[in-house]
């Protein structure tokens, strides 16, 4: 059983920086492949961001890829979204996501637990 915690969401101009994080409880998280989705108002929810269990490798949507940067830290069981250079277009409820049967997590069936989500609000 895996329980996520996020934080770190709020407003912020467009070509602004926010860091999201994500603390989990229970005793196998270093076994889980860990991800960020998110979703837009009226929108399905969609793959952000993925770290291997290990941390060794992570993999982002197209739309993200070079301004935002998916961390891990095994130790202390938390997960970080660095998102630089946001857009409005990136407004939208952010979920830390678990997977424990996946090297990688990119699919909403994928995923065995779900965090609570972080408002994140770029505005132009």
């Known amino acids: 059983q895996v329980q996520l915690v996020e934080s770190g969401g709020g407003l912020v101009q467009a070509g602004g920086s926010l860091r999201l994080s994500c603390a989990a409880s229970g005793r196998t998280f270093s076994s889980y492949a860990m991800g960020w989705f998110r979703q837009a108002p009226g929108a399905e929810r969609e793959f952000v961001a993925t770290?291997?269990?290990?941390?060794?490798?992570?993999d982002y949507a197209d739309s993200v890829k070079g301004r935002f940067t998916i961390s891990r830290d095994n130790a202390k069981k938390t997960v970080n979204l660095q998102m630089n250079t946001l857009k409005p277009e990136d407004t939208a409820v952010y979920y830390c996501?678990?997977?424990?049967?996946?090297?990688?997590?990119?699919?909403?069936?994928?995923?065995?637990?779900w965090g609570q989500g972080t408002q994140v609000t770029v505005s132009s």
């Open positions: 770290i291997s269990a290990s941390g060794g490798s992570t």
């Open positions: 996501a678990a997977a424990n049967s996946v090297y990688y997590l990119t699919a909403v069936r994928r995923v065995n637990y």
